[in-house]
């Protein structure tokens, strides 16, 4: 692991509703974890767990704010970048894109945290934990991936979010994946390989890293090679958690990069 450039490119502070963690906190953490290159990734929903709007101009002061008396804090030990995970862009792309307009913004994560509007737009979180049917659940996933279809004709995103969300949630005795869509996630994916951008594998504070192997080679297949590397932490001790075993995913699968960005562009390191 010491010859691989890492990089967490999804984790959350305290500038996200759910998450108490200072970016210092953050900081210290990943480079204690030896990470090379943060990019900090506060949400910006467009609705929240019942379904109700929310603003659609993000309000950058506080995120801009702690990055800018941090980024140089610990030069030449961490990179620190500024990004962002826009929750339900799809509801609104004009306003998403005109928000993104910041000059000191290098990464953007396009994902899918609320159902669509049609079906109530209530939380994923929420609605999948409230299934009691395995039925309910197919419903779910068809919902999340008419999202994604529409998600990436959008420009608001560099990489698609945990694609595997849903699943995160869902009761396990649903034995529910992505194989009954795998026709349409590989459009998606052709999709998103064609506009130059990429997909994250998101460890999910270590606890899906199994979970992205089909998923992941189904993306490199198609010849897929934009790829982030995140944890999703939300506290101190889930900073890159289960990197490792990541990575050696990874590599098992063909990939032969890791990416960061800057200015919405990624840099590729070799693994």
């Given at each position: 692991?010491?010859a691989?450039?890492?990089s967490d ?5 305290r ?11 953050q900081a210290?953490a990943?480079?204690?974890?030896g ?5 900090v ?12 709007r929310?603003p659609?101009v ?13 980024r ?7 990179e620190?970048?500024?990004g962002v995970?826009v929750g339900?862009g799809?509801l609104?792309?004009a306003?998403?894109d ?11 994560i ?10 109530g ?15 309910e ?18 420009g608001?995103?560099?990489v ?7 699943l995160?949630?869902l009761?396990?005795?649903?034995a ?9 996630l590989a459009?998606?994916f052709?999709t ?5 951008k ?13 979970q ?10 198609l ?7 995140g944890s999703?932490a939300?506290?101190?001790?889930h ?13 098992s ?9 800057r ?7 070799a693994?």
């Amino acid at each position: 692991m010491d010859a691989v450039y890492l990089s967490d490119y999804h984790f959350h502070t305290r500038c996200s509703a759910d998450s108490t963690a200072t970016l210092a906190q953050q900081a210290k953490a990943a480079m204690a974890a030896g990470v090379r290159e943060l990019c900090v990734t506060d949400h910006w929903n467009l609705l929240d767990q019942q379904g109700n709007r929310l603003p659609t101009v993000y309000d950058w002061s506080r995120p801009l704010e702690q990055w800018k008396r941090l980024r140089n804090r610990w030069a030449g030990k961490i990179e620190l970048r500024l990004g962002v995970e826009v929750g339900n862009g799809v509801l609104d792309p004009a306003a998403v894109d005109a928000s993104l307009e910041l000059p000191e913004l290098d990464f953007v994560i396009g994902s899918l945290h609320s159902q669509s509007a049609a079906a109530g737009g209530r939380g994923i979180f929420t609605v999948a934990r409230g299934c009691t049917r395995r039925e309910e659940g197919a419903a779910l996933m068809e919902d999340y991936m008419d999202m994604l279809e529409e998600l990436v004709r959008t420009g608001g995103y560099d990489v698609l979010g945990h694609v595997i969300y849903p699943l995160r949630y869902l009761p396990k005795e649903f034995a529910l994946d992505l194989r009954p869509w795998w026709d349409r996630l590989a459009e998606i994916f052709r999709t998103v390989i064609a506009q130059g951008k990429g997909i994250e594998c998101n460890t999910s504070a270590g606890s899906t890293v199994e979970q992205w192997r089909d998923v992941l080679a189904l993306y490199r297949d198609l010849g897929g090679e934009v790829l982030t590397l995140g944890s999703d932490a939300h506290r101190p001790d889930h900073m890159a958690a289960a990197f490792p075993q990541a990575v050696e995913l990874i590599r098992s699968l063909g990939f032969r990069y890791l990416c960061v960005y800057r200015q919405r562009t990624p840099l590729f390191y070799a693994l």
